[in-house]
């Protein structure tokens, strides 16, 4: 029996005013943690990926604007809201496309304005308690997609994922990888393939390590092998993560992911998007209007290479993230079930809103 080892990803410890996260960028080969005490360092930490993942980085988030709060010395509220703010802002800075990081400094801005007036020693207390409760939502949530995750699984079965939407993105099990660690420990024996996501190999170098640190059986594969694999019968479900689902079912995630629902909706797999209901925006429309954040070029033409693996000066096209049409997706796992077609209504009923005029673009349209 394989032994099965776990690591916390993203936690704060109050006494020495510091943000604590297992450095993801140093991952598989080191295994660090870093105590940032800086809003420089923690807003390098979020944008270089050392803490990274929709859920991760919105506690990181707001832990980091928790601490900066703390460091403001005055009993004026209005100094002290102006202060807030001004962190708040600089941290939304870090990353655009993962709705979790704005939700959870929102969040902390609510905690602030309700207690306006307040001395500000008990509105950073209340600033600190938010952010356990953001870590314990997530955690909770995280299993409880688990849950749901796993019941449309079967003993046996081959399920691919695309990036890192396990633990090391989020406070505990993660969303994707959520259904397959509780199952291990049910002693399910799942095969799960594991595309390396290029260009930054959070599959290879994230996912595959929490994987075979769960001791779940794990065949790590090229993005382009996808095809390949589903071919031979070896997948019967896809989970992937979600950094932003629109109103309408459309779901933004890691580069990639589209191609891999369009590959599974040739093969006849079901494709499953696991997200919390923080990551659903309902602001959002469509995947049309959810910022895709553009990274270095660096990243695809030297980076893991020991030397420039392109010509200087190549343009380079490096997007993060793309959108998965929600026509290609079976059902959007959620801690509150899972949701199906037409998503404007299941997403609706879901959220507790009536968002029915603005979500529907395209929810139940076919592609194939
Ligand atoms: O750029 P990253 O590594 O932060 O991208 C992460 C993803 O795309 C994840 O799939 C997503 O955040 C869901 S995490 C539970």
């Known amino acids: 029996m ?36 800086r ?29 900066a709060a703390k460091s403001v010395q005055t009993d004026d509220y209005d100094e002290f809201y102006e202060r807030f703010k001004n962190a708040k802002d600089y941290l939304a800075g870090s990353r655009p496309t993962a709705v979790n990081l704005f939700r959870a400094l929102d969040r902390m801005e609510d905690v602030v304005k309700a207690q306006k007036g307040a001395p500000t020693a008990h509105i950073k207390e209340a600033l600190r308690d938010e952010t356990g409760l953001i870590l314990e939502e997530d955690a909770a949530a995280c299993r409880s997609i688990g849950e749901h995750g796993l019941a449309l699984l079967r003993d046996g079965d081959g399920i691919l994922t695309h990036c890192n939407a396990g633990y090391l993105a989020a406070s505990k099990y993660g969303t994707a990888l959520a259904p397959i660690h509780l ?24 996912t595959a390590f929490e994987l075979c640190a769960s001791g779940a059986e794990t065949t790590l594969i090229c993005d382009n092998m ?43 797999i079901p494709f499953y998007v696991c997200a919390p209901t923080s990551t659903i925006d309902i602001h959002c429309a469509t995947g049309d209007g959810i910022p895709i954040e553009q990274r270095p070029p660096e990243e695809v033409t030297e980076l893991w290479y020991t030397g420039r693996m392109a010509p200087a000066g190549v343009n380079v096209y490096n997007p993060a993230f793309d959108v998965t049409d929600c026509a290609l997706i079976t059902g959007v ?20 809103t009536d968002m029915r005029q603005t979500g529907e673009k395209k929810a139940s349209g076919a592609l194939y």
């Open 39 to 67: 809003q420089d360092q923690i807003f390098e930490a979020i944008r270089s990926l050392r803490v990274r993942g929709a859920p991760a980085i919105g506690v990181a988030a707001a832990i980091g604007v928790y601490l």
């Open 183 to 206: 199952g291990v420990e049910r002693g399910y024996r799942f095969r799960v393939f594991v595309d390396e996501t290029r260009p930054l190999l959070q599959g290879a170098r994230l």
């Open 226 to 268: 996808a095809s390949s694999v589903m071919k031979n019968g070896w997948v019967q479900a896809v989970f992937v993560g979600c950094d932003r689902l629109a109103a309408n079912g459309d779901a933004c995630n890691k580069i990639g992911t589209s191609g891999v629902a369009i590959l599974a909706k040739h093969y006849g």
């Open 333 to 352: 796992v959620t801690e509150r079930g899972v949701l199906r077609p037409p998503y404007g209504e299941s997403i609706s009923d879901a959220m507790g």
């Open 2 to 37: 394989t032994k099965s080892v776990r690591y916390e990803t993203v936690a704060l410890d109050d006494d020495n005013g510091a943000l604590v996260i297992l450095d993801q960028t140093l991952l598989p080969n080191d295994v660090v943690y870093l105590n940032l005490t």
